[in-house]
């Protein structure tokens, strides 16, 4: 199984921040990383897919880079409907596999 | 609208048989597979397996093969997913997701809102 690997576990930050999540695969999963937003007590989200393309609906402050084995979630300008837990996913191989996620807390 | 509805909170004891459900609406069902994802309290997620509605492929993870089983009925829109024999560790929020059939860059882009099973006696 390719392993996802998120940092930090847990990021603090103000509203207005830019903040920057990593995730890290076992191995080349090329383009294919998808990012999710949970919201406690809600299902995940879709944000982004395809490693850079933003879902329709999300607002575009989210954008998502990279390539291979290292990608990054970017939020340019925090909002305060943006503090929640978010997931990479590699959609590369069976099984797909989740980063453990990131906790996204109000400084 | 487009949306996945899911059966209501489960309370079982140990050794129990359970089935749960995610109703797919607004969309054509048999576009799309059906993935189950676990998350147990406080944790991460955890893919379980997934169903083709068209040929009734099961696609399941090794960690829970075995344990599950995953089926469609696509003349009622309607996934499950089942257990024989429910233990404690089974305890945990249960997601449906879809996604596009037999595409290669693929992505979860509707989850159902999830299925709180606890198992205690």
């Known amino acids: 199984d390719i392993q996802m690997t998120q940092s930090p576990s847990t990021l603090s930050a103000s509203v207005g921040d830019r903040v920057t999540i990593t995730c890290r695969a076992s191995r080349s999963i090329h383009t294919y990383l998808n990012w999710y937003q949970q919201k406690p007590g809600q299902a995940p989200n879709l944000l982004i897919y395809a490693a850079a393309s933003l879902q329709s609906g999300v607002p575009s402050r989210f954008s998502g880079s990279g390539s291979g084995t290292d990608f990054i979630l970017t939020i340019s300008s925090l909002q305060p409907e943006d503090f929640a837990t978010y997931f990479c996913q590699q959609s590369s191989s069976t099984p797909p596999t989740f980063g453990q996620g990131t906790n996204v807390e109000i400084k | 609208e487009v949306q996945l509805v899911q059966s209501g909170p489960e309370v079982k004891k140990p050794g129990e048989s359970l089935r749960i459900s995610c109703k797919g609406s607004g969309y054509t069902f048999t576009n799309y597979w059906i993935s189950w994802v676990r998350q147990m309290p406080g944790k991460g997620l955890e893919w379980m397996g997934r169903?083709?509605?068209?040929?009734?492929?099961?696609n399941y993870s090794p960690t829970f093969e075995g344990h599950i089983t995953i089926s469609t009925d696509k003349s009622i829109s309607t996934a499950y997913l089942q257990w024989s024999r429910l233990n404690a560790s089974d305890t945990a929020i249960y997601y449906c997701?879809?996604?596009?059939?037999?595409?290669?860059?693929?992505?979860?882009?509707?989850w159902g809102r999830g299925t709180l099973v606890t198992v205690s006696s």
């Open positions: 169903h083709d509605p068209i040929d009734s492929y099961t």
């Open positions: 997701a879809r996604r596009i059939r037999g595409a290669t860059n693929w992505y979860f882009d509707l």
